[in-house]
T-cell receptor
Framework: DARVTQTPRHKVTEMGQEVTMRCQPI?????VFWYRQTMMQGLELLAY????????DSGMPKDRFSAEMPDATLATLKIQPSEPRDSAVYFC?????????????FGEGSWLTVV | AQKITQTQPGMFVQEKEAVTLDCTYD???????LFWYKQPSSGEMIFLIY??????QNATEGRYSLNFQKARKSANLVISASQLGDSAMYFC???????????????FGKGTKLSVKP
């Protein structure tokens, strides 16, 4: 059963530390999204890639966040330095493969707490 | 202006009854897709159903159906025969862009919390 895989599932870190979240999209999907979910803001797009090229990262604080796709099987989201306001659930999603039509599948999320 | 509006922050439904969750959207793009996702308390986002703007028929997936009224720009989710496991947050989302392509990102509504009563 194909799925989007995210690591870590849970992370508690101290303010100022670097955090790296990883995502393995479903094989064959050409579009990868990073979303952040908080109680106050709901689901916000941070960045998305098509065929590994960044299409939109306007939702991402550029001074501390960076998103990359080193290869088709790995997407990363880094926060450096982390701040308490970054505490949220970070979702990776992938879609638009040949056999997935218009469906976009989400990973289980990375729950980040910055203290 | 909000692109996706879900006007019901919370809803209750009796087990085995049907329930409709409202969603209205705003776009000037003739090509778009509408999605519904379920988020149980465990936190994962589960895809439920998709409707394309050019699809002639309303989408259905098991107990889920999408009541697509294009002129009204509404895409309500209907859950038939509610089950206790349907208790969750439900999000409506829209993707603008080339139909069937991979343009555009998903824009989400604020969600509706559904509680199914035994």
């Amino acid at each position: 059963d194909a799925r989007v895989t995210q690591t870590p599932r849970h992370k508690v870190t101290e303010m100022g530390q670097e955090v790296t979240m990883r995502c393995q999209p479903i094989l064959g999907h050409n579009t990868v999204f990073w979303y952040r979910q908080t109680m106050m803001q709901g689901l916000e797009l941070l960045a998305y890639f098509r065929n590994r090229a960044p299409l939109d990262d306007s939702g991402m604080p550029k001074d501390r966040f960076s998103a990359e796709m080193p290869d088709a099987t790995l997407a990363t989201l880094k926060i450096q330095p982390s701040e308490p306001r970054d505490s949220a659930v970070y979702f990776c999603a992938s879609g638009f493969g040949r056999d997935s039509g218009n469906t976009i599948y989400f990973g289980e999320g990375s729950w980040l707490t910055v203290v | 202006a909000q692109k996706i509006t879900q006007t019901q922050p919370g809803m209750f439904v009796q087990e085995k009854e049907a329930v409709t969750l409202d969603c209205t959207y705003d776009t000037s793009d003739p090509s778009y897709g509408l999605f519904w996702y379920k988020q149980p308390s465990s936190g994962e986002m589960i895809f439920l159903i998709y409707q394309g703007s050019y699809d002639q028929q309303n989408a259905t997936e098991g107990r889920y159906s999408l009541n697509f009224q294009k002129a009204r720009k509404s895409a309500n989710l209907v859950i038939s025969a509610s089950q206790l496991g349907d208790s969750a947050m439900y999000f409506c989302a829209m993707r603008e862009g080339n139909y069937g392509g991979s343009q555009g990102n998903l824009i989400f509504g604020k969600g509706t919390k559904l509680s199914v009563k035994p």
